[in-house]
């Protein structure tokens, strides 16, 4: 079946430090890629998303390539802040459309002054 | 914006006792999904709907029945709950189901089975 692998943390970092949290995926088809930010507290947020392969999506300074042919989508942000301290989710969508996500367990990121 | 409100943030129930989780969702979507999420584990789906009165069934099932009765609302039933089913949930709705779509979370129900 579908999976989905990423670095499960606490990812601790320094303000304006360089992130990288890393999401391999394992799928039938071709699905679309999707990260997902959960702060404290709250529910999950989309983030950014990819539907097909070398695109790029991008939000709040974060940026994922979908990168077929290594079967990854990691996530990236040049100069991080506190306020992006929280638990970041990378899933994939099911290519016939109808079923729900496939989620990674997670990545807590710690964002220090 | 999308709208995804769940009844309660947090409940408490008593082992064995009948629970139900309400979701309701403001944008007319025909998808709706519920999610279970513990650590270690991410997020599990445990059942969805695509159209009202439909329903199937996700990865993980057992203990948990569905209602959708309405279009803009997904109930997410415990018959008989037990401590392992102590969890956060998350209900989610989408559009139309299609694999480019992105769902909507509500802030999720914090469930305590004593």
């Known amino acids: 079946g579908d999976s989905v692998t990423q670095m499960e943390g606490p990812v601790t970092l320094s303000e304006e430090a360089f992130l990288t949290i890393n999401c391999t995926y394992t799928?039938?088809?071709?699905?679309?890629l999707f990260w997902y930010v959960q702060y404290p507290g709250e529910g999950l947020q989309l983030l950014l998303k990819a539907t097909k392969a070398d695109d790029k999506g991008s939000n709040k300074g974060f940026e994922a390539t979908y990168r077929k042919e290594t079967t990854s989508f990691h996530l990236e942000k040049g100069s991080v802040q506190v306020s992006d301290s929280a638990v970041y989710f990378c899933?994939?969508?099911?290519?016939?459309?109808?079923?729900?996500?496939?989620f990674g367990k997670g990545t807590h990121l710690i964002i220090q002054p | 914006d999308v709208k995804v409100t769940q009844s309660s943030r947090y409940l408490v129930k008593r082992t064995g006792e009948k629970v139900f989780l309400e979701c309701v969702q403001d944008?007319?979507?025909?998808?709706m999904f519920w999610y279970r999420q513990d650590p270690g584990l991410g997020l599990r789906l445990i059942y969805f709907?695509?159209?009202?009165?439909?329903?199937e069934k996700g990865d993980i099932p057992e203990g948990y029945s569905v209602s959708r009765e309405k279009k803009e609302r997904f109930s997410l039933i415990l018959e008989s709950a037990s401590t392992n089913q102590t969890s956060m949930y998350l209900c989610a709705s989408s559009l139309s189901g299609g694999r480019t779509d992105t769902q909507y979370f509500g802030p999720g129900t914090r469930l305590t089975v004593l």
């Open positions: 799928a039938t088809g071709y699905p679309s």
């Open positions: 899933a994939l969508s099911d290519p016939g459309g109808a079923d729900g996500l496939t």
């Open positions: 944008m007319d979507h025909e998808n």
């Open positions: 709907s695509y159209d009202v009165k439909m329903k």
